[in-house]
């Protein structure tokens, strides 16, 4: 199958007047046409940065170091988005590659209608007339259940719900029908039943609408992941530290951060009846990164070598990844 | 230990910069419970279900429309600031920002003491003893005592917040989303850490949380709350079992779960309408998939199921 987008060797930083910070390093995976890959860590491990540096939207101190990130269009043309002049960049973004927020209200313009925002951006990627516009916006209105479509498009963003604002934000991303979709957080800010109408809503779209299109869906929440993910990548201080299926990495993760983390789950002791088994210690600070493995002061089954040596990200078996010396001790 | 009768809290809004009419923001309507010594009451409800209007009112942080607040046999409900300050070394509150609760100016010992000092509670040459005590307790090196805030991470900040609440070594402790703010593997260090301190320090707890996966590991009488009134109130195991009310039901199914995936969700049709001006009749009636006619005419009443659980819901036949 096709690879949608392919990153290889990214290396990010963040530059300021007292040096820079790196905050990806080594970064590379793919995801295939229709795929969901899941992009898990915790605050400040990377995740959202990855995705920023996939739609050139890192703010002006970020700077790519390294490693090369390739799009297929949706012409079928390889784009290297680094190379990319703002032009082409405009040109890509929202068709061949779409972007779904956490918090929608601060993504759609408070100014403007809801219809004539999602009109703009069909109108900006294809050669229509407006009245086409118009009517393949109330298309998208109604794809995403959005009762009262003609209403709702004459009403601003602060007169909705933060539900339904999250899916004017979908339905803007499937305005182009897009190669990828990358959906950073998109239900975190809101409650569990509006969450699960809307899990429920990305998975019928993907089924039937998009089925072409791959998502790169970024969360904390592992329930999700299960939920909506084929693939799992799991991210640790700005690296990658697990990579595989979502039912084999949960079932036995190879990497003990993963572990930590699902035992984390007060979910996962409820069923078990026993005590929650944190992971020690905190979360590093990118200036100040462990030497060695970035988890070993945290980790129950570091060596000596792992405090001196750095693990590389190795491929165990077709689809699994973990960057652990140790990882057969959890096998 | 703590009995709430009947309490109702409403905001009195203005419709509109230049329209002096107001609203009335109906945030807690007749909720009644009791909580007995040393149980942990989890608070349960989606945004806007008056979880933390209840915590606050509780803590008269905020002063209750109707209805009474009995305190170990007292009622606080017309107690003023200079009564409460009686109450509140025995009833204290962890919030959920830490950081906005923190004075960024202060150090933490500074913070730790003031209300010991406000108090009068305890002289200098055993003030830092005790402070060393308690911030060792909820985990956290003696050095931390001459830091500031901003040099603590999220998680090291909770725990500061605790240690602030466990101060005046309280008997009952209510907790507003303290774990919410947190990542996965911070959540867990804090969740044991309350745990740990319920039982050192022989708490009392009302846990509000949006997270059932919390509230089910932590509690042990669980209250879910709609729209400022209470749908179900049971024991942990009954409720997650089995949950009685449509609302429970929906709330329980629509968790993202690890272990297997989730395959027949309920859902919930629409959002949730605003509190100033509820539904008629049961509030729940317009996202319920089980409502009849006479849901919009009359307002359940908390009917008991088996002893220790009840429900606010006039379909028992779909129970």
Redesign the interface.
Known sequence: MQETLKIDGLFTSFESDYGSTKVLEDISFSIKESEVLALVGESGSGKTVTSLSIMGLLPTNGKINQGSITLLSKKNRELNILKLSDAQFNQMRGNDVAMIFQEPMTCLNPTMTIGSQITEVILNHKKISKHNAYESMLELLKLVEIPEPELRAKEYPHQLSGGMRQRIMISIALACKPKLIIADEPTTALDVTIQAQLLELLKKLKDSVVNKTSILFITHNLGIVREIADRIIVMYAGTIVEEGLVDEVFKNPLHPYTKGLIQSLPEFNIKNNKKIQPIPGNIPSMDNLPTGCYFHPRCTFATDACKIKKPKLEKISHNRKTRCFEFSRLM | MLEIKNLSKEFQTQKSLFNSSNLTVKALQNVSFSIKKNQVVGLVG??GSGKSTLGKTIMKLLNPTTGNIIFNNIDITEYNNQQMKKIRKKLQMIFQDPFASLNPRKTIFDTLAEPLRVHSLIDKKNLNEYLIKIIQDVGLNNESLSRYPHEF?G??RQRIGIARALIFKPQFIIADEPVSAL???????V??LL?KIRDEYNLTMIFIS?????I???SDIVIVLYLGRVMEISTKKKLFEKPLHPYSK??L??????????TN?I??KG??PSPINPPSGCVFRT?CNYAIKQCSEITPLLKEVDGDRKVACIRDEIW
């Not at chain 2, 990542?183 to 260090?189: E, G, M, P, T, W």
């Not at chain 2, 949006?210 to 919390?214: G, N, R």
């Not at chain 2, 199914?253 to 995936?261: D, E, G, L, N, W």
């Open positions: 989606e945004s991470s998680g090291q990542d996965v593997s911070i959540q867990a260090q969740l044991n745990e949006h997270d059932l996966s919390v089910q590991y932590f929906a709330l199914s629509a968790v993202p779960k690890v272990q297997s995936k989730n969700k859902l919930l959002d949730i996202r």
